[in-house]
């Protein structure tokens, strides 16, 4: 299959992106609330949104559930925002049955996850990211995640594969700032190195990093936008009282970035969603709802953190 290459010569990805939950009512996909969902995101101004990614609980989606989400979110979308959509998997090809079918639905990128439970070795990472780059047209965002696939992309790895032309940046989640500092002093201009630990975002930025694939802005997607957004004017800019804002506003979100993963994500989020009114909290086995205690410590973070915001 020959490449157009419009992978990092036509994309840069840049911003906030939003990694959407998945709304449930009955153990089914909430169509009606997603459709909220999406609405809300777009009047926020976010720069993406990310269906079938970790927050929207892709390992517990059928593999017709994961397209039919992806397909409804680009149909909603409507080219109003970039949907860059969820399509990792630990097998290789059902992650290239996942990338096909996202880009034949429209999708403007893909976010493909580092294989989890198999333990690839790099060469392995090589081989699993070039197959599933080349066999689509659009770019390739690699997920970093450690913490989840139990095997980190080493330095160089990313280093080799971000000359591929189709993969054009790295969501890392992996709290290991110096490799960042590497990969971002040693690729493409337009290789994007994003936050993917939502209290990390300010401190990536800093270091060179491009934006955030965020949680928080589930709930919270203007105030986030205008978070990162700061943060970006205020690393490209040589005055650093331009850092005082942004500064003030990573204090103000503290403690939720904190608590938003008191238990495992997205049950955290989902709560405090269905607390706004916005959907269900509902997750699917074998993850669980959130303990009592843990939400009452969430609502009472989130009410601090709106008034830190002047939110009220």
């Not at 153990?27 to 990310?50: C, F, K, S, T």
């Not at 990313?158 to 890392?172: A, T, Y």
């Not at 986030?224 to 970006?232: E, H, P, R, S, W």
């Amino acid at each position: 299959m020959t490449k157009s290459n419009q992978g990092q010569q036509a994309h840069h990805i840049t911003g906030l992106y939003t990694a959407l939950v998945t709304p449930y009512e009955d153990n089914q996909v909430d169509y009606g609330r997603l459709e909220h969902l999406v609405e809300m995101q777009i009047d926020a101004g976010v720069d993406g949104i990310v269906p079938m990614g970790s927050t929207g609980e892709a390992a517990t989606a059928s593999e017709k559930e994961h397209m039919d989400v992806v397909k409804f979110v680009v149909d909603q979308v409507g080219g109003r925002t970039h949907v860059m959509a969820g399509a990792g998997s630990n097998s290789t090809d059902e992650a290239i049955r996942y990338s096909v079918a996202a880009a034949e639905a429209g999708a403007d990128s893909l976010l493909s996850v580092t294989p989890y439970y198999n333990k690839p070795q790099q060469r392995g990472l090589v081989a699993h990211y070039t197959a599933v780059a080349d066999s689509v047209d659009i770019p390739v965002v690699l997920y970093n995640i450690p913490g989840r696939s139990v095997v980190q992309i080493a330095t160089d790895t990313i280093l080799e594969l971000s000359q591929h032309p189709n993969i054009v940046g790295v969501k890392d989640a992996s709290s290991d700032f110096k490799s960042m500092e590497k990969v971002i002093a040693n690729t493409p201009s337009n290789f994007s190195v994003l936050s993917g630990n939502d209290d990390e975002t300010l401190k990536i930025i800093a270091l060179g990093g491009q934006g955030a694939i965020a949680v928080t802005s589930n709930i919270l997607p203007a105030q986030m936008k205008m978070y990162v957004d700061l943060c970006m004017h205020a690393s490209n800019s040589k005055n650093l009282s331009d850092w005082r804002t942004p500064l003030d506003m990573q204090y103000a979100f503290r403690n939720l970035f904190a608590d938003l993963f008191i238990e495992t994500n997205p049950v955290p989020v989902k709560d405090l969603m269905a607390y706004a009114g916005l959907c269900n909290a509902d997750v699917r086995l074998p993850l669980v709802g959130l303990e009592d205690k843990n939400h009452d410590q969430l609502i009472q973070t989130f009410d601090v953190t709106k008034r830190r915001l002047g939110l009220g």
